[in-house]
């Protein structure tokens, strides 16, 4: 977890501080905006370095949610492998605790590379964590995830069954969205593969552009739903993105280190799933394993309990 930070003016981020100050310069006047974020490494900011770690999207949107002269207190509670479960478990409490006017929750693709991957779980996870943010009165940030596979460029057998599954998660997200009146970007609709610049050297992660881009991408929605925002987070960072040498650097440390703490959990996921695909291959049933996982989402999203009156 990232403390609360500052955020400042000038486009910084200083851990460990408990107010921001006024964006835009000037005496900051009134109660700070309380912004918290939840999810995985894509909000934690992997891909997005810094000297004292990672900063990422929801840092650079933060500094944008409040008009002139307003402070902002921002707190990111989403850590690298969780998964959704997690969220509801670990970090809900803390959010909730904070009383955060928006509140961002981003996860699911995480849950979709476990060989145990439950639609239903993921499902119900999901709706608890936006409907107790959402009746706590906060506005709510959710955004639907683009196709691991098709990032990491996969083969066949192993990229069918996470686009399956990661269709499946965000059927789930929009219809979350709505019920629950979230602000929703289509992050799975942004260039990634077209645009290489915008992804990390992992291919799995946005680049440095790429959170700006997503930061940028909820600043507008935000404003076009009459929020009273700060100025819109720049369309891609002041610094030149690294070259060949620090990539293969990132990569040599920090990067094989995650790698590495994630090949335990998602490996196996990997091989699983690829042995149960080449199975359905051989029987012709790829098409029945489709049909049967739009059908399995259909039910949990159909088993929620009904919205309150009001």
């Given at each position: 977890?990232?403390?609360?930070?500052?955020?400042?003016?000038?486009?910084?981020?200083?851990?460990?501080?408990?107010?921001?100050?006024?964006?835009?310069?000037?005496?900051?006047?009134?109660?700070?905006?309380?912004?918290?974020?939840?999810?995985?490494?894509?909000?934690?900011?992997?891909?997005?370095?810094?000297?004292?770690?990672?900063?990422?999207?929801?840092?650079l949107l933060a500094r944008s949610l409040a008009p002139p002269r307003t402070g902002v207190d921002f707190t990111n509670l989403a850590r690298s492998g969780a998964l959704t479960t997690d969220l509801t478990t670990e970090q809900l409490p803390a959010a909730l605790a904070l009383r955060p006017r928006f509140a961002a929750v981003v996860a699911g693709g995480n849950d979709t590379l476990r060989s145990g991957f439950d639609v239903g779980r993921t499902t119900l996870a999901l709706d608890t964590v936006l409907g107790r943010l959402t009746d706590s009165g906060a506005v709510v940030l959710t955004a639907c995830l683009p196709d691991p596979g098709a990032l990491l460029r996969l083969p066949r057998p192993l990229a069918r069954p996470l686009a399956r599954r990661m269709h499946?998660?965000?059927?789930?997200?929009?219809?979350?969205?709505?019920?629950?009146?979230?602000?929703?970007?289509?992050?799975?609709?942004?260039?990634?593969?077209?645009?290489r610049?915008?992804?990390?050297?992992?291919?799995?992660?946005?680049?440095?552009?790429?959170?700006?881009?997503?930061?940028?991408?909820f600043h507008?929605?935000?404003?076009?739903?009459?929020?009273?925002?700060?100025?819109?987070?720049?369309?891609?960072?002041?610094?030149?993105?690294?070259?060949?040498?620090?990539?293969?650097?990132?990569?040599?440390?920090?990067?094989?280190?995650?790698?590495?703490?994630?090949?335990?959990?998602?490996?196996?996921?990997?091989?699983?799933?690829?042995?149960v695909e080449g199975c359905a291959r051989l029987r012709g049933a790829t098409d029945r394993q489709d049909r049967r996982m739009a059908h399995a989402t259909t039910t949990a999203l159909a088993a929620l309990p009904p919205e309150p009156a009001g």
């Open positions: 977890m990232n403390t609360i930070t500052t955020v400042d003016g000038g486009g910084g981020t200083v851990p460990g501080t408990a107010h921001g100050t006024a964006p835009g310069g000037g005496r900051r006047t009134g109660e700070p905006v309380r912004f918290v974020a939840l999810g995985d490494s894509l909000t934690e900011g992997v891909g997005d370095p810094i000297a004292d770690g990672w900063r990422g999207w929801a840092a499946a998660v965000n059927t789930v997200v929009h219809a979350l969205s709505v019920r629950h009146r979230a602000v929703h970007l289509h992050i799975a609709e942004l260039p990634w593969t077209a645009q610049r915008l992804l990390s050297v992992d291919r799995l992660h946005p680049s440095a552009e790429g959170h700006h881009l997503i930061a940028r991408g507008d929605l935000l404003t076009a739903a009459g929020r009273p925002l700060g100025p819109a987070p720049a369309p891609e960072p002041v610094d030149p993105p690294p070259g060949t040498l620090a990539d293969v650097r990132w990569m040599a440390t920090k990067g094989t280190r995650w790698v590495a703490d994630r090949s335990t959990d998602l490996l196996p996921g990997l091989v699983a799933l690829a042995a």
